[in-house]
């Protein structure tokens, strides 16, 4: 006899808790290193920007060193292990100071966090250098919300957004809560909740090319859900999906398009556009 399927709210449709709390450091630091990731340098430079205006508003010194590309994750989630582990090396070496590492995508965070102590497994002296970058790699609105405890005064209008976050930084980075808790600090913003808000995008990196019609079908049913929210405006921290949905969007002609969540944060507080 099955069991009969039960409906699950798309709140309560995250991941597991991590087995021990992750303990911030207090004081806040007074550098950090941003990785800014490669999709955000080469589609969405202006969130990049605004990330390093809201941690420098916190009077912390932003680091970025030049020599940075990209973490690795596609050709990881591509199965090319030998290529991603010399990307990963390349990045690595570049943090060399004992700062937080801050990253404004929750699934290049993940890859930072989790998966290069995989790709070093047998390798104990990269091993031990990609465990201590884990320990200090967060992601921006984690950082920005328990670390730096920003307390956000918005000087917006009123406005309705929808929050997307992507499947795997939601899985390994958590960032669903973190982008909720400062989107709920703002006073004129009211989060919408929408269907398939827990689903993938489609974008999956490499995936949306090896597999474009299921990747297309995927951002259709998330567009749609978007659009039918009624939200004015899409924010999510990770541009790889950004730049999935506002394609969509744009092929779609719907006036609804998305934003970084960096940049909706500093011009909601006060920053220029």
């Given amino acids: 006899m099955s069991t009969p399927r039960t409906f699950v709210p798309?709140?309560?449709?995250v991941a597991e808790p991590s087995a021990a709390p992750r303990i911030y450091p207090e004081p806040k630091p007074e550098r950090i290193y941003l990785f800014?990731?490669?999709v955000v340098?080469?589609?969405f430079p202006e969130a990049g920007m605004d990330a390093i205006r809201l941690l420098e508003r916190e009077g912390i010194q932003v680091a970025f060193p030049q020599a940075q590309s990209c973490c690795g994750q596609p050709a990881y989630t591509s199965g090319y292990t030998d290529q991603a582990r010399d990307v990963a090396r390349a990045q690595l070496a570049l943090f060399d100071?004992?700062?937080?590492?801050?990253?404004?995508?929750g699934s290049c965070a993940g890859m930072f966090r989790h998966h290069y102590q995989e790709l070093f497994a047998d390798e104990p002296d990269t091993l031990a250098l990609a465990r201590a970058v884990a320990e200090r790699t967060y992601e921006l609105a984690e950082f920005l919300l328990y670390v730096c405890?920003?307390?956000l005064r918005?000087?917006?209008p009123s406005t309705e957004v929808a929050l997307h976050t992507s499947c795997s930084a939601r899985r390994e980075m958590h960032t669903h809560h973190h982008a909720r808790a400062l989107l709920d600090q703002l006073s004129g913003v009211r989060r919408v909740d929408h269907d398939h808000e827990s689903e993938c995008c489609g974008f999956g990196g490499t995936f949306c090319v090896r597999m474009p019609d299921i990747s297309g079908a995927m951002v259709a049913d998330k567009t749609r859900a978007l659009r039918d929210s009624g939200a004015a405006?899409?924010?999510s921290a990770d541009a790889g999906c950004l730049m999935n949905i506002n394609g969509a969007l744009e092929k779609q002609?719907?006036?609804l398009q998305g934003q970084h969540l960096a940049s909706f944060l500093w011009q909601r507080t006060g920053g220029q556009p």
């Fill in 154 to 156: 918005d000087q917006g």
């Fill in 36 to 38: 800014g990731t490669c």
């Fill in 41 to 43: 340098d080469l589609f």
């Fill in 97 to 105: 100071q004992d700062w937080p590492v801050v990253v404004p995508s």
């Fill in 149 to 151: 405890r920003v307390e």
């Fill in 253 to 255: 002609r719907a006036p």
């Fill in 10 to 13: 798309q709140a309560t449709r």
């Fill in 233 to 235: 405006r899409v924010v």
